[in-house]
């Protein structure tokens, strides 16, 4: 997987022309296993079944990461974003500033993505119909 594809990804996922599993999809074709978005930095990392991993910068808009963390408030921000209401953009605008998520790792295999506060709370979603 290059640096082109995965802006070009991140672009289209950013303007909601792409959906979540559609996401998923193309990274699963590239041997993706797993990916971490960090909005302390702005950074996206990819990681491979063979080992090789990519860490790309991408400038998210998005105010400050709030400093308490809330599932509740995530939880209804993903129900927003599965139902297609709002884009990824809409999705890192609000799980930032509303919800407090720093970062959070999204697990192909295990059809799981576990979401991080500032202070090391957690919250485990578990991809729409994987259980």
């Known amino acids: 997987m290059n640096e082109a ?8 996922a950013l303007a909601g022309k792409i ?5 998923l999809a ?4 590239n041997e993706v296993e797993s990916y971490h978005v960090d909005f302390l930095r702005n950074e996206f990392r990819y990681y491979r079944s063979n080992g090789e991993s990519l860490v790309t910068s991408v400038p998210l808009v998005h105010d400050r990461v709030a400093p308490a963390f809330s599932a509740e408030k995530l939880d ?5 974003v ?13 799980s930032t500033a509303a919800a407090g998520c720093a970062y959070y790792m999204v697990y192909l295999n295990g059809k799981k993505v576990r979401y ?7 919250h485990v979603q578990y991809f729409p119909g994987s259980r």
Do not use: Y
Request: no cysteine.
């Open 76 to 80: 209804a921000i993903n129900r927003k």
């Open 26 to 29: 193309t990274l699963s074709r």
């Open 116 to 122: 991080f506060g500032r202070d090391g709370d957690e």
């Open 19 to 23: 959906t979540f599993p559609e996401v």
């Open 5 to 12: 594809t995965v802006h070009e990804l991140i672009d289209k």
């Open 82 to 94: 599965q139902s297609g209401e709002w884009s990824f953009a809409d999705f890192v605008r609000e």
